[in-house]
């Protein structure tokens, strides 16, 4: 089982960066792909940016590609968002995700969730 905290968001003006961290507990923590999904107000969770579990492959929503990098370091058990020339519309909850081994960009495929950590950009 693996549990997940994200940290790291927080107020930004548009056209600056934030990182975001999710912290994950349990020994099997290397043996999964790790995403980022966000959900804005009266919209439906979208996905973000995965990385396998080896860390040797990513992948992206269009919307944030060249803007947006995700990370992880498996000896302290963490995956980060780092995101960059920030948008009004990358306002959201972000949450960090958690399935075996290859990624996926459907939520439904995701067994270990986080709480989310806002972000908020304003103009």
């Known amino acids: 089982q693996v549990q997940l905290a994200e940290s790291g968001g927080g107020l930004v003006q548009a056209g600056g960066s934030l990182r975001l961290s999710c912290a994950g507990s349990?020994?099997?923590?290397?043996?999964?792909?790790m995403a980022w999904f966000r959900q804005a107000p009266g919209k439906e969770r979208e996905f973000v940016a995965a990385?396998?579990?080896?860390?040797?492959?990513?992948v992206y929503t269009d919307s944030v590609k060249g803007r947006f990098t995700i990370s992880r370091d498996n000896a302290k058990n963490t995956v980060y968002l780092q995101m960059n020339s920030l948008k009004p519309e990358d306002t959201a909850v972000y949450y960090c995700?958690?399935?075996?081994?290859?990624?996926?960009?459907?939520?439904?495929?995701?067994?270990?969730w986080g709480q989310g950590t806002q972000v908020t950009v304003s103009s």
């Open positions: 995700a958690a399935r075996p081994y290859y990624s996926s960009s459907y939520s439904s495929e995701y067994r270990y």
């Open positions: 349990g020994r099997t923590f290397s043996s999964h792909a």
């Open positions: 990385i396998i579990w080896t860390g040797g492959s990513t």
